[in-house]
């Protein structure tokens, strides 16, 4: 399996100071599996080779929270109230600021604000990756059983090429990095690696694409 | 929380004799905790319950495999194609028929097949739900961190309340059951209960709803 | 047919100054027709009673031109591409910005812009309209076949009630005009009608809704 | 503009003997037009032409009424309503099977069955596409401002390159025509041709493509 820049995009999800900064809301929660993947290296690894090779690079940012939030809905998750409550991911506030060093840059694509956990549902996303013809998406960022797997279920379903990273991403507990990518990744996702083996196939630059892609898509990277 | 016949429903998801009969193709893999939770019984009762108190019944059928899906899809996932190989519920098969206890009756309805895990997704379900009025439901069957798990994440997505009912769905193993109710469920589901729980709430009519629905929906259901 | 406040929402696509305002963009090319059909009066008209009345109001905004947009997409439409060329709509400008008259209130909502037609293709709007409650959209703004159009016939699939105001927008041409509400309308929308008639329906409060309404709605309004 | 058969499908919408036969239910309304621009000869061509040059052909089927259908739903259209009092493409009659000379040939892909005019709402139409590769849509069939033109808004919103073929479909009149050609059309599509021209272009086989597809496209094509 391998990742050609025409087609494969770096899908950064939620990359907020309050994921992923000291100081940050839901950074105690996180800290422990966070330092133990080595997530931060990870991510600034990723999208620095990511950059360098050419590929897509997508922010895929949950809703900034704002007063009056979730007021009156119907059906506001529990999990939507109990972060409404804390004031995750509010506003003008510095949580609510992606980290510095996942800031977008000209030709990145910030997709519109999700509400729930995927990055697809009410979104742009899909429309965004169809209009630079991706159709293979790598997730990383945060939550690993939260917004990760919502946006690599979504993708799946969509049609996308789903390709988790599992010491890209953190979650509260090692039951939940269990759930996610032990679990439940297998029966959606199409490839369940780690940083240092991804990087590798960046690297490659989808020399080797051509043995293990299929139909069509073979097609179309070699007609002319 | 509670369940107005008028704006809730059952969504029974799968409900083939490969996942749910003796001498089904996925039967084996599930049976463990199928009987240990006494699966099929919540299920007959769940649905008998509902009818009863005339909760709209709707069925959320898997793609029945025929010959020819999946080949030259650039993206099937690899879940996809381990069932298709095993022809899992294969059109014009016992297998790829719902069981007999779980036959569509006048006024049910039967979504469009979906192709992945989510009954929302490529099908006409979310439709078919707002053309009934109805924004709350109740998922039973299977798989829990498969097709129960998907289909509740895209309709929190989408809006809807959702009911996960610990012993009327099954898994391949304890973990996953684990993964499906006690991690990833709180984030997404407004309700995780059991089956004599809802049967209990069921009964009592939506009675209390009122001390519990909130702005809009109680004024909707209040007006006149 | 009757409009209740809790189930029907007025939306407002595209009140912008190039739309609506002597000196924007658009407006030369469409004031023929909205000076004709009274539009600036209709839509106070219609936006203050509806709030008199307990209606939501949903502003459905076209997304604000930048520079970079569409630079690289593989189909963006030669529409797009126009209004790209002539910046119409350009963030941060007067044109960019709702008109004096239209400016969101505390417990409007304002949906997520849409790149193309649809207030609801790649937009929040759906689960905006759920979340309240709401399953009948009145639709007036900019422009009568594409804008209002759009939206009308995505509201439709996904099971809203619709409604048309002949002289709340306007268009390029009179054949546009009678394209959209003469020819297509009646093809997806359930009502087409005239500000004054829609004035005296809002303000008779849904009084009458009981004799029409059909099915699980009146249930559900009656429930209790 | 060219069509590569590697991503451009061919869209057969709705060919029904009620619509394109001697007989048929609806074919009395729209016969005039449909003989006027030879309309069954120019399906035939644009089949034929398509299948020899390796195009993909998708049919896009409107929902076969049955009986119950739209009962209870609260909000069908009058459309639909009338639709159904007429018990048009009944499922099981004549009138509800595909025109003989357009029946699916393996490898073509069926689309669910669509409730309302576009074959993409609630239905698996851009799930197919996507897994095929397909980024560009070729519009023909039936009726030119109904399910032809409702299709086509759909493409673009979700990011297809649109083709409408004026002489390829028909309407119940000539203002239905001109609304969908020359008012309409042009605020979504990406080409508005006719039969003749087209299979020029296709038998051109998309060989001058380079020259005018834009950007990531191109270098996909030509990646290696």
């Known amino acids: 399996m391998t990742y050609h820049p025409a087609t494969t995009a770096l ?10 900064s000291e100081g940050g809301k839901v950074w105690p929660r996180v800290k422990t599996i966070a330092e133990e993947v080595k997530l931060l290296d990870h991510l600034r690894a990723l999208v620095r080779v ?22 009156n809905w119907r059906h506001p998750t529990p999990y939507q109230l109990g972060a409404a409550k804390r004031e995750t991911f509010a506003k003008g506030t510095w949580g609510g600021t992606f980290h ?32 630079f013809g991706i159709s293979r998406v790598i997730l990383v ?3 690993a059983n939260t917004c990760i797997e919502a946006t690599g279920r979504f993708a799946a379903e969509l049609g996308y090429h789903v390709t988790l990273v599992t010491d890209a991403t953190a979650a509260f507990s090692p039951e939940a990095m269990h759930a996610a990518h032990t679990v439940n990744g297998p029966t ?6 780690t940083t240092e083996a991804l990087i590798a196939e960046l690297a490659d630059g989808g020399k080797h694409e051509d043995q293990e892609i299929s139909g069509r898509e073979s097609e179309l990277l070699h007609s002319k």
């Open 11 to 20: 899908l950064l999800v939620d990359p907020y100071n309050d994921f992923l």
């Open 50 to 71: 990511a950059r360098d090779k050419g590929h897509k690079i997508y922010f895929v940012p949950h809703h900034r929270w704002e007063p009056g939030d979730y007021v």
């Open 100 to 131: 510095d060093d996942f800031q977008p840059q000209p030709g990145d694509i910030v997709a519109h604000e999700h509400w729930g956990s995927s990055g697809f549902a009410n979104t742009d996303l899909d429309l965004q990756l169809k209009q």
């Open 141 to 143: 960022g945060m939550i």
């Open 188 to 193: 959606y996702a199409h490839a369940i690696t």
